[in-house]
């Protein structure tokens, strides 16, 4: 069973770092790229970035370049999202999901990820 | 980057009836185009992609139609599951991908 699970709720302060995680698990997770998305508070799904865990391939959208990180370590099937000096406008939830077959849909999805920033 | 825009924004349907949402790329993106549900305090579910493919395990009163930068979803006879919210994503020519802002499917 392919699943997707990633790391528990965060409370952060402006200005902190943070990184969250994804475990893909029951399919070769080196062989699909995986993505953030982005969920403000009642708002609408935003795609932030992608990248393919066999090579590190990693490609940004043009919002978010620059303002996050996206990595993976093969080794225990995990991709992160990170933020180096949160502010309270990333307050949201995050989710990660598996591509299909490369095409640019996503059928897997973690669970969510809720970081809020506050001071 | 393609831009996706949703219409509209919120609709009313009674339980039985039918609905019909739509969704219009800034340029073409051929049958590159999925349709996702999103209940509240849930992660979105596939429910069409390729434009007019069902995925895996969703009911067949759910279609899907459309190509180049028209596109519509079609909820045949609407049951209690089916109010949510449902987001367009091309994914013709990514980085970036993108959504639509969304249509809210609210009990009438």
């Known amino acids: 069973e392919v699943q997707l699970v990633q790391s528990g709720s965060e409370v952060k302060k402006p200005g902190e770092s943070l990184q969250i995680s994804c475990k893909g698990s029951?399919?070769?997770?080196?062989?699909?790229?995986i993505g953030w998305v982005r969920q403000m508070p009642g708002k609408g799904l935003e795609w932030m970035g992608i990248i393919y865990p066999g090579d590190s391939d990693t490609r940004y959208s043009p919002s978010f370049q620059g303002q996050v990180t996206i990595s993976a370590d093969k080794s225990i099937s995990t991709a992160y999202l990170q933020w180096s000096s949160l502010e309270a406008s990333d307050t949201a939830m995050y989710y990660c999901a598996r591509l299909e077959g490369g095409s640019g849909w996503y059928y897997y999805w973690g669970q969510g990820t809720l970081v809020t920033v506050s001071s | 980057e393609i831009v996706m825009t949703q219409s509209p924004a919120t609709l009313s349907v009674s339980p039985g009836e039918r609905a019909t949402l739509s969704c219009r790329a800034s340029q073409s993106v051929s049958s590159n185009l999925a349709w996702y549900q999103q209940k509240p305090g849930q992660a979105p579910r596939v429910l069409i992609y390729?434009?007019?493919t069902r995925a895996t395990g969703i009911p067949a009163r759910f279609s899907g139609s459309g190509s180049g930068t028209e596109f519509t979803l079609t909820i045949s006879s609407l049951q209690s599951e089916d109010f949510a919210v449902y987001y367009c994503?091309?994914?013709?020519?990514?980085?970036?991908?993108?959504f639509g802002g969304g249509t809210k499917v609210e009990i009438k």
């Open positions: 390729g434009a007019s």
């Open positions: 029951g399919y070769s997770f080196t062989t699909y790229w």
């Open positions: 994503q091309q994914y013709n020519n990514w980085p970036p991908l993108t």
